[in-house]
């Protein structure tokens, strides 16, 4: 059972930056592309940013969401088998329960049919 933690998540206020973790407990995903997305109340899962796994040949290894692009920055720890999310200049709108996940591929893609393993997410809030 793979498990995926996340943390780091909480009530802030716009224009205030939050840095979520997502911890791999049980699985090694040092093959696989990794991904947030976030889903607020009443609205469908949304794409945040993805990331892909250090075997992969591109030369982009990140992609982000237009909701966030120029605001958040994927990272990922493969030793600690973690991932990280860190979104700056936060607006209500990015009020959501953000979740963690783990590609089928090695490559991050934005369809979240093409995620494997998903944490029981955290919840970001955001005042204005």
């Known amino acids: 059972q793979v498990q995926l933690v996340e943390s780091g998540g909480g009530l802030v206020q716009a224009g205030a930056s939050l840095r979520l973790s997502c911890v791999a407990r049980?699985?090694?995903?040092?093959?696989?592309?990794m991904g947030w997305f976030r889903q607020a109340p009443g609205k469908e899962r949304e794409f945040v940013a993805g990331?892909?796994?250090?075997?992969?040949?591109?030369?982009?290894?990140?992609v982000y969401g237009d909701s966030v692009k120029g605001r958040a920055t994927i990272s990922r720890d493969n030793v600690q088998n973690t991932v990280y999310l860190q979104v700056n200049s936060l607006r209500p709108e990015d009020t959501a329960v953000y979740y963690c996940?783990?590609?089928?591929?090695?490559?991050?893609?934005?369809?979240?049919?093409?995620?494997?393993?998903w944490g029981q997410g955290t919840q970001v809030t955001v005042s204005s």
């Open positions: 996940a783990v590609s089928r591929r090695p490559s991050a893609t934005t369809m979240s049919d093409d995620y494997a393993y």
């Open positions: 049980t699985y090694t995903f040092t093959s696989d592309g």
């Open positions: 990331i892909n796994a250090p075997s992969w040949p591109s030369r982009v290894s990140t």
